[in-house]
């Protein structure tokens, strides 16, 4: 497991944009799927965006598609979501998670088991 810590939470205006980061405490190199999980009390933890750190695998939920964007930079081992034309819905505390992959990255929390504290973003109408 390593260490994950995020950041850049906040709070916007429906229509406005976000860049959470997360760095991981040691090189995860470019077999590990990064990913970036949301929760609201009372609901399971969903998938919003993973993506192979080897390259030619990301994937998103349907409800950010188009909205936002997941990235992965070797040299600061870090992974970041950039959100924009945020909407009260996407309203949650967001997770970064990581996990050793043969190159396939599951939207699932199972499949994962290194996780951040958790950055809130609130999304005010």
């Known amino acids: 497991q390593v260490q994950l810590v995020e950041s850049g939470g906040g709070s916007v205006q429906a229509g406005g944009s976000l860049r959470l980061s997360c760095v991981a405490s040691e090189y995860t190199g470019s077999t590990a799927c990064m990913g970036w999980f949301r929760q609201v009390p009372g609901k399971e933890r969903e998938g919003v965006a993973a993506?192979?750190?080897?390259?030619?695998?990301?994937r998103y939920a349907d409800s950010v598609k188009g909205r936002f964007t997941i990235s992965f930079e070797h040299a600061k081992n870090t992974v970041y979501l950039q959100m924009n034309s945020l909407k009260p819905e996407d309203t949650a505390m967001y997770y970064c998670?990581?996990?050793?992959?043969?190159?396939?990255?599951?939207?699932?929390?199972?499949?994962?088991?290194?996780w951040g504290q958790g950055t809130q973003v609130t999304v005010s109408s």
């Open positions: 993506t192979y750190t080897g390259g030619g695998s990301t």
């Open positions: 998670a990581a996990a050793r992959s043969a190159g396939y990255c599951f939207m699932v929390s199972s499949k994962y088991d290194s």
